[in-house]
């Protein structure tokens, strides 16, 4: 990846120390480019990768000889503490131009769609001076945000500042939000799904605006597709022709859906099966399986802790508020390690009594609250709950005996 990255980053700066006449953008510059310069935006079918599934945007310029496109979305996995800063919300991403005889290569089987923008010699030249300026060395990283600052809403937000109150977009066609959206595209991958749901919260359950939902490349590629610019000769279509660049299949190499009896809802009553019997076991032998709470209640202190670390230490804008904090929570590994310590059984209990409690008003009220779940979790929360039940039961009973 650092290879790709410093190759991109050498062409980049070989093509923009090319353009001179870039520099010097009005005056004689305007009048050289007439004719000769057009704007594209280029998009890229959803492919198999994590980072691939909803597509990829960039632009395109011709300008006399050169030919290169700008790319929002260049980062380096290899980089220092790339994990934890991606996690921490510390998302840094670059944007390099580069031949755009590279552009096509590792698409694959993917569909390229290129629409080239109706723009005068002015407009065409004021989108490539900001893509010029945004590729300098001292701007091109920008923090990256998932939904609200993409590959997607950075070529859009270029158009629209060199438009201005002359772009306009169709009518919206689809009345969604940020979690629905990203269902959509992640329908084949059910595990990714099902993490997206428990870490990003109830930021991403409001209605979009059709603007917002632009952060999809696909979503973009139809809104210029229908866009109009109003000028002084008349209402003209935003794009003036759409070329098809590589003519894969619209879903590309996205994998096929995840088998019924591998998704997160297969896996979860499974794993609710297996609590009830080994619940209904311990209550009728009056003795707790420790093993079975230092397992359960531990993975749900581990996820609690990432859930915990995205909502109050996290800078991203959409793991907080979020209500799967209340049953994965960093306290659920005090019953997994206390469970081993004789001495600590009253305080099992309270927390116990307290956790049943919790749950139970969770499953109870979340039809009310403002975030949607992925269905796979509440059987993982009835476990919690039954595995509290049965701990009560066990300890109560355990009482009665002893005050006997």
């Keep these: ?15 923009l120390l090319s353009l001179p006449s870039v520099a010097a953008v009005h005056g004689d510059s305007v009048a050289m480019m007439r004719d000769r310069a057009e704007i594209s935006l280029v998009t890229c079918y959803p492919g198999p990768d994590i980072y691939e599934l909803y597509g990829h945007t960039m632009l395109r310029v011709r300008y006399n000889d050169i030919d290169m496109v700008y790319n929002y979305g260049i980062f380096d996995f290899d980089s220092p503490n790339f994990m934890y800063r991606f996690v921490k919300g510390e998302t840094d991403y670059k944007v390099a131009g580069y031949d755009a005889a590279y552009m096509l290569k590792g698409y694959g089987s993917r569909k390229v769609v290129e629409q080239r923008l109706n723009l005068t010699p002015e407009e065409s030249m004021r989108v490539l001076v900001a893509l010029v300026e945004n590729a300098r060395p001292e701007n091109a990283t920008y923090r990256y945000n998932y939904v609200y600052d993409n590959c997607a809403t950075r070529p859009r937000d270029i158009i629209e500042r060199v438009l201005g109150d002359k772009l306009r977009y169709g009518a919206m066609h689809d009345t969604i939000t940020f979690r629905e959206e990203m269902r959509h595209y992640n329908s084949n991958y059910a595990w990714q799904q099902f993490g997206i749901d428990l870490v990003l919260g109830s930021g991403i359950d409001y209605t979009l605006t059709y603007r917002e939902q632009m952060f999809v490349p696909m979503v973009l590629m139809r809104a210029f597709a229908e866009a109009r610019v109003e000028r002084a000769a008349g209402s003209e ?20 859906p995840t088998p019924w009896w591998m998704s997160p809802m297969a896996v979860a009553l499974v794993v609710l099966a297996v609590t009830l019997c080994v619940s209904w076991h311990d209550v009728r032998r009056r003795q707790v399986s420790r093993w079975a709470d230092s397992i359960l209640f531990g993975v749900a202190g581990l996820c609690g802790l990432l859930i915990f670390f995205l909502i109050f230490i996290s800078t991203h804008a959409a793991t907080s508020p979020n209500f799967n904090g209340f049953w994965l929570h960093p306290f659920a590994l005090l019953p997994a390690i206390f469970i081993w310590i004789k001495k600590a059984k009253r305080l099992l209990y309270f927390y116990h009594f307290a956790n049943f409690a919790l749950i139970i008003l969770l499953l109870a009220s979340w039809y009310f609250l403002p975030q949607a779940a992925n ?15 049965s701990y009560m039961l066990i300890y109560r009973g355990q009482c009665i005996k002893t005050s006997k």
């Design 237 to 256: 279509a935003l794009v003036k022709e759409t070329v098809v660049l590589n003519d894969g299949s619209d879903t590309g190499d996205i994998l096929p």
């Design 1 to 15: 990846m650092n290879k790709i990255i410093i190759k991109i980053l050498s062409i980049a700066a070989v093509v």
């Design 375 to 389: 269905a796979a979790a509440f059987p993982l929360m009835l476990c919690l709950a039954v595995r509290s039940l």
